[in-house]
Every structure is written in structure tokens, then in C-alpha cells.
């Protein structure tokens, strides 16, 4: 025990005493949090900056995932951290917008990060199986109301795009209670949750279209909508939600950006703006990130702010007048 | 077809797609084989090397990353009890007492050959019925899941050892402790204690260390005075041909049952292990040699976390779907490159299935070559005096625990369960009871839960398919076999099987 005591101590004693140059930073690699589980679209989305960062900023960009709770163990992690810039976190839709509007106990608020810059968007499209039998949005609200309860929506969680996603249709649909109108089955991941809707476990599923795009090509998964204001380039056929006449529906869009602790001075702001223009410029990145299904889009930090900020203060608007909240 | 397999040999055949499989295993291999790093974790460190390969050298040297990766965590198992791979646990319970007894070389190669095996029958099951397979994938929604996890809760029983009522005070901790964390159906928090460490539940890695490798230290410690070295016993450096040939039908077993519960989204490696070897120890007349060093557990314990290695492919390639957090990040490998795994691989790209298909079944020939090497310098760690061998393993175990998460507080969760382990230890509670309920608690509940909300709240929709009935079955069948086992284990009678032990000991 006191062996392990001594070791610990050690290992503390030398992360903490590394000299830290705030006149010249970067000075030392810095540590990217993904605060998910490796393979997932967060640490894809780390690891492709990390791959393309370092030759901008001059230092190497190290990937960790900190995973749990779904993305609050990471970001509070990262909050907590010291705001020295070489602790950073690939913020996530969950982690960072609908968390913290749908819960009361979030050890963080959404605002309580320096926004360095939103990275890129994950459209969103809501689904069914084709063994299922609506073929449109209507033959999904008349099956609803003919049963109340019976039809089933899965998600990645309790707080995730699906869960939000499913909640806000409903809503959009005209549903009074969007809890009891239609039943959410929770799974353990995004994986789960499409595999559930595409074997027609459930009824169906909103989900970024990047994880339902294989099912919807291979014949199993039917889309219902889009969520994007434009139709999407390889669902030319799918509706958008504003042509359907839910715009509301255009909120649910995923995203990742990347954020530090409170605080950050200045001159990290300025040098990770700097980078990130050029990594946005770099193919490498480009490619990467459309390869995985996400499409580019770099903002500055205001602008990054006020996108999650519109974001959660819509779901929040929801959550507090649907008395979703969860304490 | 043949158009399409010589077109797939094209692609295939070029030493940098070999290199890379063998590569792949053997980074495999090392990094199952350290304490805390998962061949999740080697396969998502892997991915970014893979980006500027061609897509069928990427994807191999992932699928050797994580076929090494399987195999590897058995190494330590066998010879410090310290699992390198939550899929390798169950290897310890008979792995480690052989290796007290100096026949750590035989169970290594033991493990190897039931691992490359049953890896052999889970590829050709891949290549040959991925399109059955994957029908039946279709047809396992949380109800049938809830059946299978609660027949594959009876197998407390068989590893509860001397005593059922300590067995299943073990599993009642484990499932207890299984439910800290974010409760996933309302997304409350359940004994967090308003801790954020806690919010995520108990990481399993450390917990695994802290309750298999730190009690045998301490203990080690506890008794003082012991040279504390192994002999090593002649006739166990290696494993026989007769040796492979009395496991056999426990690899075989193994093999198929990794096979069905690999395809099945989100089961893994772990829980086929504990049911092939509580399979196998059902069925062997050496019942109670289970535990304290069996050869035919070892086999049947690495024959089921291998066999899931080439089936969990199915539901990734035949549908897109990926099964665990491995394909999970294969599956990002396929869109790196623009691919999408689904039918619509199958008919646009056949040619790269074909080749992946031909790496894959050379993997098994792969995966016992290298492995053999490991074992050939590996083996002599268990004939290190355990004065030199326990603090490396300390330190090992507090890396381990560290890198699974990065967080200190994982490393109290090893020490806090090190010390619960030591306890239990004494008090011969076995810990595997805790073990198995620790992982399948969450699925049971999670099936459970999910299953009455489907059904609205209708207990009949455990019945609603044939599969829920086949387990429900065997889950009775099992029940009453227990029951009859241990009534008649009161009588004398049982010492027949004791004869028969001897017998094959000598």
C-alpha cells in the first residue's frame, strides 16, 4: 500500500512539475481528451486532427480517451484541468449541448469551456426498417396516434442525438407528451441503437447519418427525414425536415469541436485559430473527415459559441417545457 | 466466381499484406499479453497507421492486431494471474494453478492450439455461413438476449468451487457493484455519491487486476520465508499431441459456441469463455479437478474467447453493423477508405471481401507460428523467484489499471479490490462467481429493461421466439443437472470421477 502510495505520489509529482512556458506555447506535446471510447465518432474525429495538428503547431497532439458517462467523465476531467492549454477536449453534441440541457446534475455547464472551434457537423435523418410499414413521416405519426406507447424509438443513451432526436419529432408531430406518445429503448451505443432499427427491433431511429448510412444503402433502414436545410448529396430522394414543414427539426444536427479549460489565455486562443485554418486548409484532414461521413466546417470562437449556445438554449426551450429533465 | 477469387489472390498476394498480418499479430500478441491494454485499445491505436495503407493491408493488420490481441491476454493468465485482456479472465481459474505446478509451458501451448483452432473453425464459419449467421443475428433483439445472459448466469455455479452459498454470495458483490454509474434506461445516477470518477461505474480492467493479480501477491508476501520458486516440472514443459487430442471435444465445443455468440452484437469474448468452460467442466468426468489446474479448462476457456474472433466480422460485413467497440473501429477503417461494409460490399466490391477473406483464414497458420515464439520466450517468466517477479507485476498492474482510462482514481478501484480480493481470498470465497456476475449483470438488466419496455410492460414477450425458448431449456435442463450434480455430490458415489483423475494425471 505504501508502495503504491510512493508511486503514485512520484508519478503526480512529475506531471505536475513540468515547467510550463507561457511565453512560448506550444512547448510541450499537448494532450487531446476524447471523451468516448476509442472507434467512436469522437475518437475518430481526435485522432484525424491529432494526425494533421502537429504539423502546424509545431508539437505532437496526443490522443486520450477518458470514457464514460457518456462524455461527462472526459469533459470534467478536461474543465478541472489547468488552463495552461495543454490539456484540450474534442467536445461532442452530447457531451457539451444536450447533456447538460437534459440534466441537473452535470458536473459542468455548457458555457464552462474556452470554444476554440467547432470542427465539423454529422447531418442527422430519421429512420425505419423496410420490413417496417411506414413509408413516410405521416404513416409513422397515424401508426403513433392509433397506438399510443407501442411504437418504439432506440438511441445511444439516455441524453444522446437519437434520444433528443426522437423527443423533438414527436414534439414537431404535434404529440402533447412526447414521452408517452412513443416508448424510447435506450442502448448501449450508436451501433446498438442503428442495429436495433435496422432489424426492426424497434420502430425506428434518429441518428447522425454517418452510422445508418451502410444500412439505409444496403436495404435495411428506410429514411424518413433529413435534418439538414438542403437534401443530402447521397439521399437525394429523402425529404428535408423544412420541406416537410418541421424546421424546428434542423437543430438536430451532431457536431465536434474543440474546447479547453475555463480560462485559456489569449495567445493559446490566438496560436490554435492560427493552426486550425491550416489544418481546414490541409486535404489530409478534408478528406478524412468526409471519408467518416461528417462534413468540414470550422468556425472562429464566437462564432463557435453562439452555435452551441443557439443549440442547447433549443433543447433546453424543449426540455424545460416537455418536464424532461432529469435530476 | 473464380473471375472474382483470382482477381481477390491479385489483390491479396503482395508480401506488404503478409507482413502486415503478421505484424498485426504480433504487436497483438505483446500488447494482449501487458496487463491493461486491451486489443481494443491496440487495434484503436493501430487505426491511424492505417490510413495511408491500401484498404486490404489496413484492415489486415487490424484484424491481426486484434486475433493477437485475443490469443495474447492468455499469457499472463497463465502465468502470473494477472488476465492481459478481460476475454482472457476466465483462462486464470486453471491456467495458473497448472503453472504452480510447473506445467506452465504446457498450458501455454495448450491455450495456443485451442486459441488457433477455434480461430480456424470462427474463420471458415465467417467465410462459409456469414450469410445464415447473419440471419440469425437479425433475429436477436433484447429478449433473446435476456434469455441467453440468464442461461449464461447458471454457469456460477459451476465455478462457485467447494461451496454454492459462497459462490453466490461472490456473484450477489459482483452484480451489486455492476449497477454503479449512469443507469441507462432514465440516465440517473445510481452510488455515484456525487463522485464524477463513479459516474462512468467501476472500470472493469482494474477491477480484474486488482481482484486476480494483488491477492497473489499479497498472499505471496503473507508468506514469508518460501524460496517462492516453481519447480518446473519435466513432463509439463509441453503440450502433447495427447494432451490436444483429450481437449479436443472441449475446443471443438468452445470453438462453436464463440462462433454463435460472437455473431451476436455486443456478447464478446469474455462471456463465451465462461460458457464453453463451464460446458466443458459439465461434461468432463475430471469435474473436480476444475479449478485447481485442469488442462481441458484452459483449452475450453481460450477455444470460446477465440472462437468470437473471426464471427464477430458477420454482422460488420454482412450488415454494417458493428457487434462490439472492435469492429466498432474496423468499421472506421472500411470508411477511411471509402468503403461501406453492408450487402452492397458484397456486390460492389467482392474482390476485396475475397482477399480479406483468404488473409483472414492464413491469419490461424499466422497466429500459431507467432505465438509459439511468444510462448518460447515468454515461458520463462513463471520459473522466475516470485521476490524478483512480484514487484514487476506490481508495477505492471498499476500501469494497467492507469492506462485503461488514464485516471488515478482506476488505480484505487485495483488497489481497493486487490484488498477485497485478499479478503475473499481467505475466506475462500471464489471470485469468479464475482467476476461473471460483474459482466453480465448490466446485459442482463440492460435485456431485461429493454425487453418490458418493448412489450409495454408484458412478461410474454420472453416467450416470443424460439430462440428465447431454446434457452429458456437449457437454462432449466442446466438448473436441474446442478441440483441432481450436488445431491449426488453428498453421496459417495462421487468417487468415481476421483479415480479417474489420477489416471489421467500420471
Known amino acids: 500500500m505504501t508502495k503504491m502510495k510512493l508511486l503514485a505520489g512520484i508519478a503526480l509529482a512529475a506531471v505536475t512539475a513540468m515547467p510550463v512556458a507561457a511565453q512560448d506555447y506550444p512547448s510541450q506535446p499537448v494532450q487531446l481528451t476524447a471523451p468516448y471510447g476509442p472507434g467512436g465518432a469522437s475518437d475518430l474525429a481526435a485522432r484525424n486532427l491529432a494526425n494533421v495538428a502537429p504539423d502546424y503547431l509545431g508539437q505532437p497532439v496526443l490522443v486520450t480517451n477518458r470514457a464514460g458517462a457518456g462524455g461527462a467523465t472526459g469533459s470534467a476531467y478536461v474543465k478541472n484541468s489547468d488552463p495552461d492549454g495543454y490539456n484540450l477536449l474534442l467536445a461532442r453534441i452530447g457531451s457539451h449541448s444536450i447533456s447538460p440541457a437534459l440534466k441537473s446534475s452535470m458536473p459542468y455547464e455548457w458555457d464552462d469551456f474556452t470554444y476554440l472551434s467547432l470542427l465539423e457537423i454529422n447531418p442527422a435523418a430519421c429512420a425505419t426498417a423496410t420490413s417496417k410499414p411506414y413509408q413516410s413521416l405521416e404513416d409513422l405519426r397515424a401508426a403513433i396516434e392509433a397506438s399510443p406507447g407501442a411504437v418504439t424509438y432506440s438511441s445511444a443513451g439516455v441524453g444522446t442525438l437519437h434520444h433528443l432526436g426522437g423527443i423533438m419529432l414527436l414534439d414537431e408531430m404535434g404529440f402533447e407528451d412526447p414521452g408517452t406518445a412513443a416508448t424510447h429503448i435506450p442502448f448501449q451505443s450508436g451501433g446498438a441503437a442503428a442495429a436495433a432499427a435496422a432489424t426492426g427491433q424497434v420502430d425506428f431511429v434518429c441518428s447522425n447519418i454517418s452510422a445508418i448510412i451502410s444500412q439505409i444503402e444496403g436495404g435495411q433502414l428506410r429514411p424518413l427525414v433529413v435534418t439538414t436545410p438542403e437534401r443530402v448529396d447521397s439521399l437525394p430522394d429523402v425529404p428535408t425536415a423544412s420541406e416537410l414543414g418541421h424546421p424546428a427539426l434542423e437543430a438536430l444536427v451532431g457536431w465536434s469541436g474543440l474546447v479547453g479549460p475555463p480560462g485559456l489565455s489569449d495567445e493559446t486562443i490566438a496560436t490554435w485559430v492560427e493552426v486550425l485554418q491550416e489544418v481546414a486548409a490541409d486535404e489530409r484532414w478534408v478528406n478524412q473527415t468526409k471519408s467518416l461521413g461528417s462534413v468540414p466546417m470550422m468556425l472562429s470562437p464566437e462564432e463557435t459559441v453562439a452555435f452551441v449556445e443557439n443549440q442547447y438554449t433549443t433543447f433546453r426551450g424543449l426540455v424545460e417545457e416537455l418536464g424532461l429533465q432529469i435530476d | 466466381m473464380i473471375e472474382n477469387l483470382s482477381d481477390a489472390l491479385v489483390l491479396f498476394l503482395n508480401v506488404y499484406n503478409m507482413i502486415a498480418l503478421a505484424g498485426g499479430i504480433a504487436i497483438g500478441v505483446i500488447v494482449g499479453a501487458i496487463p491493461g491494454m486491451t486489443s481494443t485499445m491496440a487495434v484503436a491505436l493501430t487505426l491511424p497507421f492505417t490510413f495511408t495503407l491500401p484498404p486490404v493491408t489496413g484492415i489486415l493488420l487490424l484484424l491481426g492486431v486484434y486475433k493477437g490481441g485475443v490469443y495474447g491476454g492468455s499469457i499472463p493468465a497463465i502465468l502470473?494471474?494477472?488476465?492481459?485482456?478481460?476475454?482472457?479472465?476466465?483462462?486464470?481459474?486453471?491456467?495458473?494453478?497448472?503453472?504452480?505446478?510447473?506445467?506452465?509451458?504446457?498450458?501455454?501451448?495448450?491455450?495456443?492450439?485451442?486459441?488457433?483452432?477455434?480461430?480456424?473453425?470462427?474463420?471458415?464459419?465467417?467465410?462459409?455461413?456469414?450469410?445464415?449467421?447473419?440471419?440469425?443475428?437479425?433475429?436477436?433483439?433484447?429478449?433473446?438476449?435476456?434469455?441467453?445472459?440468464?442461461?449464461?448466469?447458471?454457469?456460477?455455479?459451476?465455478?462457485?468451487?467447494?461451496?454454492?452459498?459462497?459462490?453466490?454470495?461472490?456473484?450477489?458483490?459482483?452484480?451489486?457493484?455492476?449497477?454503479?454509474?449512469?443507469?441507462?434506461?432514465?440516465?440517473?445516477?445510481?452510488?455515484?455519491?456525487?463522485?464524477?470518477?463513479?459516474?462512468?461505474?467501476?472500470?472493469?480492467?482494474?477491477?480484474?487486476?486488482?481482484?486476480?493479480?494483488?491477492?497473489?501477491?499479497?498472499?505471496?508476501?503473507?508468506?514469508?520465508?518460501?524460496?517462492?520458486?516453481?519447480?518446473?516440472?519435466?513432463?509439463?514443459?509441453?503440450?502433447?499431441?495427447?494432451?490436444?487430442?483429450?481437449?479436443?471435444?472441449?475446443?471443438?465445443?468452445?470453438?462453436?459456441?464463440?462462433?454463435?455468440?460472437?455473431?451476436?452484437?455486443?456478447?464478446?469474448?469474455?462471456?463465451?469463455?465462461?460458457?464453453?468452460?463451464?460446458?466443458?467442466?459439465?461434461?468432463?468426468?475430471?469435474?473436480?479437478?476444475?479449478?485447481?489446474?485442469?488442462?481441458?479448462?484452459?483449452?475450453?476457456?481460450?477455444?470460446?474467447?477465440?472462437?468470437?474472433?473471426?464471427?464477430?466480422?458477420?454482422?460488420?460485413?454482412?450488415?454494417?453493423?458493428?457487434?462490439?467497440?472492435?469492429?466498432?473501429?474496423?468499421?472506421?477503417?472500411?470508411?477511411?477508405?471509402?468503403?461501406?461494409?453492408?450487402?452492397?460490399?458484397?456486390?460492389?466490391?467482392?474482390?476485396?471481401?475475397?482477399?480479406?477473406?483468404?488473409?483472414?483464414?492464413?491469419?490461424?497458420?499466422?497466429?500459431?507460428?507467432?505465438?509459439?515464439?511468444?510462448?518460447?520466450?515468454?515461458?520463462?517468466?513463471?520459473?522466475?523467484?516470485?521476490?524478483?517477479?512480484?514487484?514487476?507485476?506490481?508495477?505492471l498492474c498499476v500501469f494497467g489499471a492507469y492506462a485503461v482510462n488514464n485516471s488515478f482514481f482506476d488505480i484505487y478501484v485495483m488497489v481497493g479490490f486487490g484488498i477485497v480480493g485478499f479478503l475473499m481470498m481467505r475466506m475462500h470465497i471464489p471470485s469468479a462467481p464475482f467476476l461473471i456476475a460483474f459482466i453480465l449483470g448490466p446485459m442482463l438488466e440492460d435485456s431485461f429493461r429493454q425487453s418490458l419496455l418493448m412489450s409495454q410492460g408484458s412478461l410474454t414477450i420472453f416467450m416470443r421466439s424460439w430462440i428465447t425458448w431454446v434457452f429458456w431449456s437449457l437454462t432449466i435442463l442446466s438448473v436441474v443437472l446442478m441440483v441432481r450434480r450436488h445431491l449426488a455430490g453428498r453421496s459417495p458415489d462421487v468417487a468415481l470421477p476421483k479415480v479417474q483423475e489420477e489416471k489421467r494425471d500420471v
Open chain 2, 80 to 395: 502470473v494471474k494477472t488476465p492481459g485482456t478481460p476475454a482472457a479472465s476466465c483462462s486464470v481459474l486453471d491456467g495458473y494453478p497448472l503453472a504452480q505446478k510447473g506445467q506452465a509451458g504446457r498450458a501455454l501451448d495448450i491455450a495456443l492450439y485451442a486459441s488457433c483452432f477455434a480461430d480456424l473453425v470462427s474463420n471458415l464459419s465467417l467465410i462459409l455461413l456469414v450469410g445464415y449467421l447473419a440471419q440469425l443475428v437479425t433475429s436477436f433483439g433484447p429478449p433473446e438476449n435476456f434469455t441467453l445472459i440468464f442461461f449464461s448466469l447458471t454457469i456460477i455455479a459451476s465455478v462457485s468451487g467447494d461451496s454454492l452459498l459462497r459462490g453466490f454470495i461472490s456473484a450477489g458483490a459482483g452484480l451489486l457493484l455492476a449497477t454503479v454509474g449512469l443507469d441507462l434506461i432514465y440516465g440517473t445516477d445510481r452510488f455515484t455519491f456525487g463522485n464524477t470518477d463513479l459516474l462512468g461505474g467501476l472500470a472493469f480492467i482494474p477491477l480484474l487486476i486488482g481482484l486476480f493479480a494483488i491477492p497473489e501477491i499479497l498472499n505471496g508476501y503473507a508468506k514469508r520465508g518460501e524460496t517462492g520458486k516453481i519447480a518446473a516440472d519435466p513432463s509439463g514443459s509441453r503440450a502433447t499431441f495427447a494432451d490436444f487430442r483429450y481437449c479436443f471435444r472441449s475446443i471443438l465445443r468452445g470453438s462453436l459456441i464463440g462462433v454463435v455468440l460472437g455473431a451476436i452484437p455486443g456478447i464478446g469474448g469474455a462471456p463465451s469463455a465462461f460458457v464453453s468452460y463451464s460446458e466443458a467442466m459439465r461434461r468432463s468426468p475430471n469435474r473436480k479437478n476444475f479449478g485447481k489446474g485442469e488442462l481441458e479448462g484452459v483449452a475450453a476457456a481460450e477455444a470460446g474467447n477465440n472462437g468470437v474472433a473471426g464471427s464477430t466480422m458477420i454482422p460488420l460485413l454482412a450488415l454494417g453493423i458493428p457487434g462490439d467497440v472492435i469492429t466498432a473501429v474496423i468499421l472506421g477503417a472500411f470508411m477511411v477508405h471509402g468503403l461501406r461494409p453492408g450487402p452492397m460490399l458484397f456486390e460492389q466490391n467482392i474482390d476485396l471481401i475475397y482477399a480479406l477473406f483468404i488473409g483472414i483464414s492464413i491469419s490461424s497458420l499466422f497466429l500459431l507460428i507467432i505465438g509459439k515464439a511468444a510462448i518460447h520466450m515468454f515461458k520463462h517468466i513463471a520459473s522466475i523467484p516470485r521476490s524478483y517477479l512480484y514487484p514487476v507485476v506490481m508495477v
